[in-house]
């Protein structure tokens, strides 16, 4: 078996919270096991630190004036409204790679139909007996959340 070490960003997004659920819990796991990719996060958290410690520099007061009287100054006609308007800042976007949610999604998929045709669920929903009919349906489709449940465990823990 080979071990997916997580690159930068996925270390970051780890560190901010601000991955999937089942991206953090696979994190996690890896962390509880490689000593070289919990120095790297350790690394990224003293950065972190030191950046929150680091003094906001605020622009001189007289900078407008200054900027606004060099600008009369010059030969170039002011406009009559503001060119760019102020907008608040906005919280960073969450990169996430679409192919990589895609082929995740597609992944599961197969996987569930490989599990759902392989249990024996689907031969037994196929050949079902029309006098016992319901019954049948409860069993299968019982066996198959039984299935899906037991997969979706595995994939969070």
Known sequence: ????????????????????????????????????????????????LMLDQLAVEQAPAELADRVMS?????????????V???????PRRKWVPYWRTELLHGMVAMAATFLFIISGVFGKLTSLDPNRWEADVRTG?????????????????
């Open 1 to 48: 078996m080979t071990i997916m070490h997580p690159n930068d960003q996925e270390l970051l997004r780890f560190l901010n919270k601000s991955c999937s659920e089942l991206e953090y819990h696979r994190i996690a796991r890896h962390m509880k096991a490689c000593a070289p990719c919990r120095g790297r996060l350790s690394d990224f958290l003293d950065v972190e």
């Open 141 to 157: 489709a019982l066996q198959l959340f039984h299935v899906v449940e037991s997969v979706s465990r595995q994939l969070l823990s």
């Open 84 to 90: 760019f308007e102020a907008q608040p800042s906005s």
């Open 70 to 82: 060099a600008l009369r100054s010059s030969d170039r006609p002011l406009p009559d409204r503001p």
